[in-house]
């Protein structure tokens, strides 16, 4: 244990070099650092937040850890109090280790008030079978990385916006392309917020206002590399036609050369066969949902700045345990996944930086 702890230590110093300019003071400021009697620093605060999302593993041995290497004495339920109060004050520096390294972007002048919400699901405890046992559900606000809403189901439960039940009239939805179906779409416009969705080729069936089908495949063919393009149609839900605008982005020819190798190397490691003509087709184009009236290229850049959190995504996804979860209350998982982001945050940071390798 003597090991474990002297190591989180040691990194420590390459992870506070990622912070800014009074992070120790705002640990007080905002009700992290309370009762110091045996956490008494920021320092302590965070390498106890550290420790448990990665070697102390649960309340118990992070306790342990803290107790033989740090000489610090807590037992479980105070680990579990202040990793709870360190909730916010780990938002605020994920959020300032991720803006500085360009992981989040500065938020555009035209959203104005509107808050973006990212989405995602992680998958957790494969069976022998190659079944999903678990799921975590969760949105992100684009521009803060602060937890927004998260669920955990089971894993038949499928990646949909009808998971998320906090979206309001000042909300933007971003997701990718497993959420593209009617049913989100209308779940979202039923609670009064607009959305941004990237689409698979087969996504549904889309028609024009006599009830007549529309060819997507015709009507983006001939546009120019580099070049948007958008139009109204109509897709339907219980027996009803609802509009619905596409926003659609022809890739450079680097980029769709991109695509399709990323493409063959994701069919790959599934297992699949090579791609099909369908799959190649739509790889060189972008094409999104939204009820958004913005012009098509804001559109198209509000759904670019997903992609800059999506590898931050990707490393949250590598971190994920759900043995690690004290709890599946509100609070609790709110403080997991803030842990959790923050630890995903200073990683990218130290690769982005070549402080270690991935």
């Not at 957790?124 to 949105?139: P, V």
């Not at 955990?152 to 990718?176: P, Q, R, V, W, Y």
Request: proline share 2%; with cysteine; aromatic share 10%.
């Amino acid at each position: 244990m003597m090991k474990n702890i002297e190591e989180i230590t040691r990194n420590l110093e390459e992870v506070y070099s990622l912070f800014p300019k009074g992070w120790q003071e705002k640990a007080a400021e905002m009700g992290a650092l309370t009762r110091a009697r045996n956490i008494k620093t920021a320092e302590d605060l965070l390498m106890l937040n550290l420790l448990y999302q990665t070697t102390g593993k649960s309340l118990g041995g992070t306790s342990a850890l803290l107790k033989s290497g740090g000489n610090i004495n807590l037992d479980k339920n105070a680990v579990y109090f202040r990793i709870q109060k360190s909730t916010e004050w780990n938002n605020w520096l994920n959020q300032n280790i991720c803006r500085s390294v360009g992981v989040i972007a500065e938020k555009p002048e035209f959203l104005e008030e509107k808050r973006v919400i990212a989405v995602d699901a992680t998958d957790e405890k494969m069976n022998a079978k190659g079944s999903i046992l678990a799921r975590l559900h969760y949105g992100v606000d684009l521009y803060t990385l602060e937890p927004v809403e998260y669920k955990m189901t089971l894993g038949k439960t499928g990646e949909t916006l009808t998971n998320f039940n906090s979206f309001t009239k000042n909300d933007i939805i971003l997701a990718d392309r497993a959420y593209g179906s009617p049913t989100s779409m209308v779940h979202v416009e039923s609670k009064g917020a607009d959305f941004v969705i990237r689409l698979k080729y087969n996504a549904f069936t889309m028609y024009y206002d006599t009830g007549e089908r529309f060819d997507i495949t015709k009507a983006i063919a001939s546009m120019s590399e580099g070049s948007t393009l958008e139009f109204n149609t109509n897709y339907i839900h219980k027996e009803k036609l609802c509009p619905i605008r596409i926003c659609v982005y022809r890739k450079t020819s680097e980029q769709a050369i991109n695509s399709e190798r990323n493409m063959k190397k994701s069919n790959k490691k599934k297992g699949r066969t090579q791609p099909s003509s369908n799959q190649l087709f739509y790889g060189n184009y972008v094409i999104v949902a939204t009820n958004l009236t913005y012009e098509c290229k804001k559109i198209m850049e509000l759904y670019r700045q997903r992609w800059q959190i999506e590898i931050l995504f990707k490393r949250l996804k590598s971190l994920f345990d759900y043995d690690d979860m004290p709890a599946r209350t509100e609070s609790t998982m709110r403080a997991f996944i803030s842990g959790k982001l923050l630890l995903a945050g200073i990683c990218e940071a130290l690769v982005i930086k070549g402080r270690f390798s991935p």
